[in-house]
């Protein structure tokens, strides 16, 4: 039998290491027991799912909305559905949503009882979407709002019923026509054209992917204002010619019967006109500016319509290009002018053209549309000097002129020929001539009256015969 040692206070002692062991052995106890106390804590609790949109719409209805074993789809997957909807703090319950008329500020509330055997946990989603009608229009696009979705134990349950998907009806600004769906699954993002549609009749019609589908949808409500609808823009054109210049005039026609709309006009996402009111049933003309020769995009944004527009919608886009001036410049040089320049524009719109003069800046030539002008500079003599016209994307170049227009003067000579005056010979002499070969027919003719002279000066000065002896003949004849 063992021993027991005691102390003379007659307690037992105990090994240490036995006490290690016990300390270790009840905290592993405790840890173990919170946990438990921790999963039986959260067991119950249903946690809200959040889920994406749909947006995948080539593949829509995706595959796994609907489980397997769930031989149902749009409203026979749930049984007893229910909507309680609240107006103006009054409550009314329909099993029926489509005949259920919605206004501006309602809340509606989603339930249903169970699912359909083999549908357990589906998700489901209650979603309002923006539209352009208060019916439904297949053509239109419906973007989603807002939504609540919930699948599995998210959606309640334990007795108490499933769903309670709460959701209110948004202001006119937000969606002025609506329409809210209770459908398997996320929500689509976009309901029409450019998205994809719940029910397997919509998606045929339109040529959707999936046509033969399952039908998503379990219930649904139109409503809105209807005749709240965007301002549209009717026309668009762009004119060089204006009292602003070049510039392309919006028509904005506001279609709404009751609330004035207001818009942005924007150019390359820059807003040159803000604010634009345009009366109820009435066009506005709004101008956007452009250079002669630019490509820009004009838009119009919709903000306001008896409140804001969150988010602003842009209803009009468009780019435009510019070509409004075609210059040209011939430069010519002539010793009567000095340098021409003709300027021609055969566009519309008039610009201004810069001449320079051995690169600087002598003159700025306005020209017409469809039009043109003229300039001349003088040039001295001997002036070497360099021109060139720019403007409106034109450059015509460097030209270089010289001004030599005065020819230098000539020296000629004319020789005079020898002539007899009296007994001696008088030897022509050559004459300087100076001037141009016009002189030559009047020192042709002097030359020919020299020569005429001195040959009758020889005639005169030439000895007489003697007519003595005919004197004593005849006096010795009586």
Same mark, same amino acid.
């Given at each position: ?8 206070? %007659? ?14 052995? %009840? ?6 027991? %919170?946990? +438990? ?11 809200? @799912? ?129 329409? +809210? ?31 033969? %589908? ?5 219930? +649904? ?65 709004? $101008?956007?500016? $452009? ?14 319509? @008896? ?35 003709? +300027? ?28 043109? @002008? ?16 720019? !403007? !409106? ?86």
């Amino acid at each position: 039998m063992a021993q027991v040692r005691t102390t003379g206070r %007659g307690k037992h002692l105990r090994p240490r290491s036995s006490r290690k062991v016990g300390f270790a052995l %009840g905290l592993l106890i405790a840890v173990v027991g %919170g946990l +438990f106390v921790s999963f039986a804590s959260s067991a119950g609790a249903a946690t809200e @799912a959040t889920v994406p949109a749909i947006t995948d719409y080539a593949t829509y209805p995706q595959a796994g909305l609907i489980p397997q074993g769930c031989n149902h789809d749009g409203a026979g997957v749930l049984v007893g559905v229910s909507y309680t909807i609240t107006h103006e703090g009054v409550d009314r319950t329909s099993t029926n949503l489509s005949a259920e008329q919605l206004f501006i500020g309602d809340t509606v509330k989603m339930s249903w009882t169970d699912y359909a055997p083999g549908c357990e946990g589906i998700g489901v989603s209650l979603a309002v979407k923006s539209t352009d009608h208060n019916i439904f229009v297949l053509s239109d696009n419906q973007a989603l709002v807002s939504y609540q979705y919930c699948s599995g134990s998210d959606c309640g349950g334990n007795g108490q019923g499933f769903g309670n998907l709460t959701i209110q009806v948004p202001s006119k600004q937000d969606a002025c026509n609506f329409q +809210f769906d209770a459908v398997i699954g996320p929500p689509l993002g976009v309901v029409g054209p450019n998205g994809s549609y719940y029910s397997a009749a919509s998606r045929s019609q339109a040529g959707k992917p999936n046509p033969t %589908g399952p039908n998503m949808l379990i219930g +649904f409500s139109n409503g809105g204002k209807g005749e709240c609808v965007a301002p549209t823009v009717a026309n668009a054109t762009q004119a060089c010619n204006t009292d602003s210049g070049p510039s392309v005039d919006v028509e904005i026609t506001n279609l709404d019967t009751n609330d004035i709309a207001t818009v942005d006009v924007l150019k390359n996402g820059t807003v040159v006109n803000s604010g634009v009111q345009i009366p109820v049933g009435q066009s506005v003309h709004s $101008f956007v500016p $452009f250079d002669v020769s630019e490509t820009g995009t004009v838009s119009v944004v919709w903000t306001d319509s @008896a409140g804001p527009v969150v988010p602003p919608k842009e209803i009009y886009s468009h780019e435009f290009t510019f070509d409004c001036i075609h210059p040209g410049a011939t430069i010519t040089h002539s010793c009567d002018e000095g340098v021409h320049i003709h +300027f021609t524009n055969t566009g519309e719109s008039p610009l201004d053209m810069t001449v320079t003069k051995g690169g600087n800046v002598i003159d700025t030539v306005p020209v017409p549309g469809n039009g043109s @002008a003229d300039r001349t500079y003088a040039m001295a003599e001997d002036e070497t000097a360099t021109y060139r016209v720019t !403007g !409106g994307g034109f450059d015509s170049g460097d030209t270089t002129f010289t001004h030599d227009c005065v020819q230098p003067s000539t020296t000629t000579s004319t020789t005079v020929p020898d002539t007899v005056q009296g007994n001696e010979i008088v030897r022509g002499t050559t004459l300087p001539r100076t001037g141009s070969s016009s002189t030559l027919p009047m020192s042709t003719l002097a030359g020919v009256l020299l020569m005429t002279g001195g040959v009758l000066l020889a005639l005169v000065n030439r000895p007489m015969p003697a007519t003595a002896t005919t004197t004593s003949r005849r006096s010795r004849g009586r």
